[in-house]
Structure formats: C-alpha cells, structure tokens
C-alpha cells in the first residue's frame, strides 16, 4: 500500500504540473501571450522559447496531461484484493483447462478400451460358434462311432464263428465215395449224394485221412 500512495502522489504531482502548463498553453494560443513557465527551467529556457511554438507547446501539454491522468487513475482504482481473485480465477480457469484436457485423454483411453472390450466380444462370439459347430460336429461322428464299435463287434463274432468252422474242419470226416471232407454232421454226402449213415465203418477221419 505504501508503494502505491507513494506512486499516485508522484504521478498526481506530475498531472498537475502538466495541467499548469496545459492551462497556460491554453492561454497562449488563445490570447497570443507570453509563455512564463518556462523560466522554471532556467537551463533549457532560451531553447524551449526559441523550438517550441503555441500549437506544438498545447499539444505537448494536452498528450502528457491525458496520459498521467490516466497513469494515476489506474494507479489509484487499483485493487489488491480484486488483483488477487482475478488471479486466483485466472489459475482456476487455467487448471479447469487442464482437467479438461486430461478428461478428453482418458475419454479417449475409454474409448479405446471400449472398442477392444467390443472387438474381444466379437472374437469370443466367434469362438462360441465354433465350439458350437465342432461340437455339432462331434454328435454327428459319434453315431459313426458307434456303427463302428457295433462293426467291430460284428467282426469279432464272425471271427470266432471263423475259428469254430475252422475247428469243424479239422474234426471233418472223408467221404468214402467221392473222397471231399464233410462235417461230422452231415449224414447225406453233398458233393455226391452218399448216403454216410448207412456207411459207418468205410467213413474215415481226416486227420487219418491225411
């Protein structure tokens, strides 16, 4: 506060002298008089007499007036405390700026994050389709599986009818007649028509046949 009463009473003793000479130069140029004030600078008076002419003297002197009236008023309007909280707003708009900007970027982080959560949706629903197809896939093959494993099966009891034909062949008989093996069973010769029943005692085995 010192500072600035000690600023307005220098620029208001600076107005004032200005206003003086404004005041004279005034008076000069109206009524053709002498201008007085310039003694006060005994050092610079014969030059200032002799550059300065009544129109260029009141124009010096308006300007300068103007200007350090203006100077102490706004000086003197001055005030700390509204200084302070254009300031203080001033910082403020200054750090709502920035808050505002490091919203936009996480904005646009969420963004972006919102678009990969959106894209691995997609991926995952991709996946789900496929699982789906191969498990459909999977319940298709399986009724093959099964037509196999019942093959399979198949196979094996024709396997072991294979072995129990194979075991009758070995234990077959000889027909005495036409010489074929024939089944132990067979009591009529199917190559050639003999009666084997009535022929026991000429029927040979085939392991002795051989």
């Known amino acids: 506060m010192a500072k600035k009463g000690l600023f307005v009473w220098l620029f208001s003793s600076l107005t004032f002298l200005s206003l003086i000479h404004l005041i004279e130069a005034t008076y000069v140029l109206v009524f ?27 124009l010096i002197t308006a300007v300068a007036t103007f200007i350090l009236w203006g100077i102490t008023c706004a000086i003197a309007f001055e005030n700390p405390v509204e200084t302070f909280l254009n300031k203080i707003l001033s910082d403020a708009k200054t750090q709502t700026a920035v808050e505002a900007q490091l919203l936009e970027e996480k904005s646009e982080i969420l963004d972006a994050m919102n678009e990969t959560i959106e894209s691995n949706n ?8 496929l699982v789906y197809n191969v498990r459909t896939e999977v319940k298709e093959v399986q009724p093959i599986k099964e037509y ?19 075991k009758k062949v070995k234990s077959s008989i000889i027909c005495p007649t036409c010489g074929k093996p024939l089944l132990p069973e067979f009591k009529v010769c199917p190559y050639c028509g003999e009666n084997i029943s009535l022929l026991p005692e000429t029927v040979v085995a085939l392991k002795e046949y051989k």
């Open 148 to 166: 196999l494993e019942k093959m399979k099966s198949e196979l094996n009891s024709l396997k072991r009818e294979l072995k129990k034909l194979e």
């Open 122 to 129: 997609m991926i995952l629903s991709q996946v789900k389709d």
């Open 32 to 58: 053709n008089g002498e201008i007085r004030l310039f003694q006060l600078y005994p050092f610079i008076n014969e030059k200032l007499q002799t550059n300065i002419t009544p129109i260029t003297y009141f």
